[in-house]
């Protein structure tokens, strides 16, 4: 499966952005797909997952209600809509797969990843 993640870019805080996650060569309809962000001098860090039908999805705390995952498997795609953008949300975004039955937060569990695209939030 390759992965690969758009739509980052700058915005002021309060802001919001949409992020997209396409995969190809494989279907991800039945993956679990999360979202994951490294920010600068920091280890990366868990955002969200969401299960194969969108039954189940996990958020961090640090973005639960300001950010909302979903997925289209006919498209072979899973979208981060991002609301009230922080400062402190600056990172670099990666999408990932994982074969898990369930959203998992631990990227260790995730076999695939996208190549991360950069989200800015000036204060």
């Known amino acids: 499966v390759q992965l690969q993640a758009s739509g980052g870019g700058l915005v002021q805080a309060g802001g919001s952005l949409g992020l997209s996650c396409t995969a190809s060569?494989?279907?991800?309809?039945?993956?679990?797909m999360g979202w994951f962000r490294r920010a600068p001098g920091k280890e990366r860090e868990f955002v969200t997952a969401?299960?194969?039908?969108?039954?189940?999805?996990y958020y961090a705390d640090s973005v639960k209600g300001r950010f909302t995952i979903s997925r289209d498997n006919a498209k072979n795609t899973v979208y981060l809509q991002m609301l009230g953008l922080k400062p402190e949300d600056t990172a670099v975004y990666y999408c990932?797969?994982?074969?898990?039955?369930?959203?998992?937060?631990?990227?260790?569990?995730?076999?695939?990843w996208g190549q991360g695209t950069q989200v800015t939030v000036s204060s």
């Open positions: 990932a797969a994982s074969a898990f039955n369930m959203p998992t937060t631990r990227s260790e569990n995730y076999a695939y």
């Open positions: 060569g494989r279907s991800i309809s039945r993956f679990v």
């Open positions: 969401i299960d194969w039908s969108g039954g189940s999805i």
